[in-house]
């Protein structure tokens, strides 16, 4: 198979031209498997809202109505059923930063610079830096396009039935698929994999690198989120405070994503001479 | 590193032997790798089993002589580490299974067909049934060895926390890591490893595919846990005083009719008194009410029919990992 990638990602590029079409192309070829399932990922995750929202929500009333007057117990155990789904998508949609991570680690970069064809790419009229950046914009293009999506779609999931979910907006997961950090923390899974792969140059150990930078990242702001915004008074949390934590954030973990996919171009192109 | 190695012996050694050397020298950076994890996840607990508990437990009683808002709510730099500690160690070991299955898929098995070191072993009279053989064994081992040690840390970390760890005995990550079922889901972790290997032909949809299907079968595990062993139920002002660390599934009423009615609180808040709870049904049409809980002595009977249930999972997928080679090599003839 690798063959005959290599020949596409080869013959049909001219020097000079900044973002051949061929380039982006042979990327979402080589890497289709991944695309489509994250594809398959994306549109199960917006599909079981939509359900969630459109279909089970009157469902699970019908059930309440039934616990009439019997405690508020009753009410909270149906509502887990319609919330409990809806806190299942936002958890694994959060998280998938942790697989991003490990497809730019592993599949990416790490695995084509341990076989040698990136190398082979590079002898044919791809220069190291833009096949780096050819195969950072492709996904990076794809993780904002469908992230966005799944903010937007989540948002008004979210907010629909308030009254039948046990959440609020503090829950990690909650916080961050609400807003543009979501997006963020794909990025950054994409620039940190496309690092370690770089420095590794091995795809497994590059993937165990990748994840455990993420773990520590995340993990951290989770940790500290609380500490992202000054509290009011004697340490009273609004909601009104959630945008202001919620950049800030976004920000750091750009700033991550930033920082460490410029210091994989630096390293390739110091690699590379 | 390759110095650690024994050296081969004068004497041919053992075929099983010598195939399962070859492996360990294979593999030497995962093994350094699977012991400066173990090292590290026992340290860290016996660290929070003895000194970081005990640190803790002193700083919050020196708080709470102080300052009587801090016995109500403990909190302070010393038990937030211990704490941390306690949650960073059991996540890891709650989710070693994984971590065994995308190891399994990904380097034992899924790397070596990709680039075909598997194919020449093969021609070199280890046969696929013994090369497949050997890849499982020798990785059990260990797994068992390091769940063997890991297992009984954690539960000494888990019991000795006391008033400072708000646990519970059905906490999921803990209840996987506290028992025989941490290395049931290791063990699985390994044989759907090998089988995602074997599946996908190649390293990292290898990877993809065994932290998928392990992590599915851990929720699996999570969500049907309370039906892997019979419940208790009891009826009356018994059902309203549940015993100590009861795991509470479903409480109920049974109507003046004999209906027998799930997830109803009716005469549930009675105060436990067989008076109050009688003026309750009375007032209400209903005969009796019940309650449906797992009390914590099925901790040991859970723990082991999910260990059965998880282990003849392995044994299936390690079956299957066997039948499906088999079929491949026979059907590419006997040099492969």
Same mark, same amino acid.
């Given at each position: 198979?690798?063959?005959?990638?290599?020949?596409?990602?080869?013959?049909?590029?001219?020097?000079?031209?900044?973002?051949?079409?061929?380039?982006?192309?042979?990327?979402?070829?080589?890497?289709?498997?991944?695309?489509?399932?994250?594809?398959?990922?994306?549109?199960?995750?917006?599909?079981?809202?939509?359900?969630?929202?459109?279909?089970?929500?009157?469902?699970?009333?019908?059930?309440?109505?039934?616990?009439?007057?019997?405690?508020?117990?009753?009410?909270?155990?149906?509502?887990?059923?319609?919330?409990?789904?809806?806190?299942?998508?936002?958890?694994?949609?959060?998280?998938?930063?942790?697989?991003?991570?490990?497809?730019?680690?592993?599949?990416?970069?790490?695995?084509?610079?341990?076989?040698?064809?990136?190398?082979?790419?590079?002898?044919?009229?791809?220069?190291?830096?833009?096949?780096?950046?050819?195969?950072?914009?492709?996904?990076?293009?794809?993780?904002?396009?469908?992230?966005?999506?799944?903010?937007?779609?989540?948002?008004?999931?979210?907010?629909?039935?308030?009254?039948?979910?046990?959440?609020?907006?503090?829950?990690?997961?909650?916080?961050?698929?609400?807003?543009?950090?979501?997006?963020?923390?794909?990025?950054?899974?994409?620039?940190?994999?496309?690092?370690?792969?770089?420095?590794?140059?091995?795809?497994?150990?590059?993937?165990?690198?990748?994840?455990?930078?993420?773990?520590?990242?995340?993990?951290?702001?989770?940790?500290?989120?609380?500490?992202?915004?000054?509290?009011?008074?004697?340490?009273?949390?609004?909601?009104?405070?959630?945008?202001?934590?919620?950049?800030?954030?976004?920000?750091?973990?750009?700033?991550?994503?930033?920082?460490?996919?410029?210091?994989?171009?630096?390293?390739?192109?110091?690699?590379?001479? | 590193?390759?110095?650690?190695?024994?050296? +081969?012996?004068?004497?041919?050694?053992?075929?099983?032997?010598?195939?399962?050397?070859?492996?360990?020298?294979?593999?030497?950076?995962?093994?350094?790798?699977?012991?400066?994890?173990?090292?590290?996840?026992?340290?860290?607990?016996?660290?929070?089993?003895?000194?970081?508990?005990?640190?803790?437990?002193?700083?919050?009683?020196?708080?709470?002589?102080?300052?009587?808002?801090?016995?109500?709510?403990?909190?302070? +730099?010393?038990?937030?580490?211990?704490?941390?500690?306690?949650?960073?160690?059991?996540?890891?070991?709650?989710?070693?299974?994984?971590?065994?299955?995308?190891?399994?898929?990904?380097?034992?098995?899924?790397?070596?067909?990709?680039? #075909?070191?598997?194919?020449?072993?093969?021609?070199?009279?280890?046969?696929?049934?013994?090369?497949?053989?050997?890849?499982?064994?020798?990785?059990?081992?260990?797994?068992?060895?390091?769940?063997?040690?890991?297992? +009984?840390?954690?539960?000494?970390?888990?019991?000795?926390?006391?008033?400072?760890?708000?646990?519970?005995?059905?906490?999921?990550?803990?209840?996987?890591?506290?028992?025989?079922?941490?290395?049931?889901?290791?063990?699985?972790?390994?044989?759907?490893?090998?089988?995602?290997?074997?599946?996908? #032909?190649?390293?990292?949809?290898?990877? #993809?595919?065994?932290?998928?299907?392990?992590?599915?079968?851990?929720?699996?595990?999570?969500?049907?846990?309370?039906?892997?062993?019979?419940?208790?139920?009891?009826?009356?002002?018994?059902?309203?005083? @549940?015993?100590?660390?009861?795991?509470? @599934?479903?409480?109920?009423?049974?109507?003046?009719?004999?209906?027998?009615?799930?997830?109803?609180?009716?005469?549930?808040?009675?105060?436990?008194?067989?008076?109050?709870?009688?003026?309750?049904?009375?007032?209400?049409?209903?005969?009796?009410?019940?309650?449906?809980?797992?009390?914590?002595?099925?901790?040991?009977?859970?723990?082991?029919?999910?260990?059965?249930?998880?282990?003849?999972?392995?044994?299936?997928?390690?079956?299957?990992?066997?039948?499906?080679?088999?079929?491949?090599?026979?059907?590419?003839?006997?040099?492969?």
């Amino acid at each position: 198979m690798n063959t005959g990638q290599l020949s596409r990602a080869g013959l049909p590029f001219r020097a000079g031209l900044p973002l051949n079409t061929g380039l982006p192309w042979t990327v979402l070829r080589l890497h289709r498997a991944a695309l489509i399932v994250w594809g398959v990922f994306l549109l199960a995750a917006l599909g079981t809202l939509v359900w969630e929202v459109e279909i089970t929500a009157d469902a699970v009333r019908e059930r309440i109505s039934a616990c009439a007057g019997t405690g508020g117990l009753c009410r909270l155990r149906v509502a887990i059923d319609y919330g409990g789904t809806i806190s299942w998508v936002s958890t694994l949609v959060y998280y998938s930063f942790f697989a991003v991570a490990a497809f730019a680690a592993g599949a990416l970069v790490g695995r084509e610079l341990e076989n040698g064809t990136a190398e082979l790419a590079w002898t044919q009229s791809v220069s190291p830096t833009r096949w780096l950046a050819a195969k950072l914009a492709v996904p990076a293009l794809l993780l904002v396009a469908g992230g966005t999506v799944f903010v937007l779609v989540f948002r008004w999931a979210w907010t629909a039935n308030r009254d039948l979910m046990g959440d609020d907006w503090t829950f990690d997961d909650v916080f961050a698929a609400r807003g543009p950090a979501l997006v963020a923390y794909g990025l950054c899974g994409l620039g940190v994999g496309a690092l370690a792969g770089v420095v590794v140059r091995r795809s497994l150990p590059a993937v165990a690198v990748a994840c455990g930078a993420m773990y520590l990242v995340n993990h951290n702001l989770e940790v500290h989120r609380e500490d992202l915004w000054p509290k009011v008074g004697d340490g009273v949390r609004p909601e009104s405070h959630y945008w202001p934590m919620h950049l800030v954030e976004t920000g750091i973990v750009l700033g991550v994503a930033v920082v460490a996919t410029g210091v994989a171009f630096w390293a390739l192109r110091r690699r590379t001479g | 590193m390759t110095t650690t190695l024994p050296a +081969p012996p004068r004497s041919a050694p053992a075929p099983g032997l010598g195939l399962a050397r070859s492996l360990l020298r294979l593999h030497r950076s995962a093994l350094w790798c699977w012991l400066l994890l173990v090292v590290a996840l026992a340290a860290a607990m016996l660290w929070a089993y003895g000194p970081g508990y005990e640190t803790a437990a002193a700083d919050v009683q020196e708080q709470c002589r102080t300052d009587i808002e801090a016995c109500h709510f403990p909190g302070g +730099p010393w038990l937030s580490r211990y704490s941390a500690t306690v949650a960073l160690t059991t996540l890891v070991v709650s989710f070693l299974p994984l971590l065994v299955a995308a190891w399994a898929g990904a380097a034992l098995v899924g790397r070596e067909l990709e680039n #075909g070191t598997a194919h020449l072993a093969w021609t070199q009279s280890v046969s696929p049934a013994r090369w497949l053989a050997a890849k499982l064994a020798v990785p059990a081992l260990f797994v068992t060895v390091g769940a063997a040690l890991l297992v +009984p840390l954690h539960r000494l970390m888990w019991n000795g926390g006391g008033d400072l760890l708000w646990t519970d005995w059905f906490d999921a990550y803990g209840f996987r890591s506290n028992g025989p079922v941490a290395l049931a889901y290791a063990l699985c972790g390994l044989a759907v490893g090998v089988l995602a290997g074997l599946l996908t #032909g190649r390293t990292l949809p290898a990877l #993809g595919v065994a932290v998928t299907v392990m992590f599915a079968i851990t929720q699996l595990g999570d969500q049907y846990r309370p039906s892997m062993w019979p419940t208790v139920t009891v009826t009356g002002a018994r059902s309203l005083s @549940l015993p100590d660390q009861a795991l509470q @599934l479903d409480r109920g009423v049974i109507t003046d009719d004999g209906l027998r009615i799930g997830n109803n609180m009716a005469c549930s808040d009675a105060d436990g008194s067989v008076a109050d709870l009688r003026s309750c049904l009375a007032h209400s049409d209903l005969a009796d009410v019940w309650a449906t809980f797992h009390p914590r002595s099925h901790f040991w009977p859970l723990q082991l029919t999910e260990s059965g249930i998880v282990l003849a999972v392995a044994a299936l997928a390690a079956t299957a990992a066997f039948v499906l080679l088999h079929r491949r090599t026979a059907a590419a003839g006997a040099a492969v």
